[in-house]
């Protein structure tokens, strides 16, 4: 431990962390919003808890180097449906990519207005009758949902893939 506070997680407290390479712990505080932008671009982590024996198991889970990574939701692709197509038993959703790609193993989102209907994995991603890893910004493809049939034209989907903050 290099310095103890009380009060709200500051610009100072994530810069006293960038050198030493170390992490900020939060109990029952804020974090102001300089701080919070700071340290996201300098890939410091800042953890809060509001329940004391939770930051002594995570503190004792680290030092012994076994502290689970956090990770969040990074949006990479949007999508919008054109045509649906139906294949045997399942639906197909026919795509154009309107903003970043579409990535196999991302997880999908299906929006219909401003509702989202479904989230979940995707089950098969194609262009033309071609398997594909992913799809590029303004090309078209055709994509199954896992465990989901009811698509629409007009419906869009937003895909997004895990990042590992810490």
Do not use: W
């Not at 109990?27 to 410091?44: K, P, S």
């Not at 919008?80 to 139906?86: G, R, T």
């Not at 790609?101 to 991603?125: D, W, Y």
């Amino acid at each position: 431990m290099i310095h103890q506070g009380i009060g709200t997680i500051t610009r100072s407290d994530v810069m006293l962390a960038m050198a030493s390479q170390g992490i900020v712990i939060g109990f029952n505080v804020g974090v102001e919003a300089a701080a919070e932008t700071l340290a996201e671009t300098e890939g410091i982590d800042i953890r809060q808890y509001s329940i004391i024996y939770k930051v002594i198991e995570d503190i004792d889970k680290a030092l012994k180097g076994m502290l689970e990574p956090v990770f969040k939701d990074v949006l990479v692709g949007r999508a919008h449906v054109l045509q649906v197509f139906h294949v045997k038993k399942a639906a197909v959703a026919g795509l154009r990519v309107t903003q970043g790609k579409i990535v196999r193993n991302a997880t999908a989102h299906l929006l219909r207005g401003e509702t989202e209907l479904h989230k979940g994995p995707i089950s098969s991603l194609k262009r033309f009758t071609d398997d594909v890893r992913e799809v590029a910004e303004g090309f078209e493809c055709g994509i199954a949902l896992e465990k989901f049939n009811d698509y629409a034209v007009d419906d869009d989907m937003e895909f997004y893939q895990k990042v590992k903050v810490s």
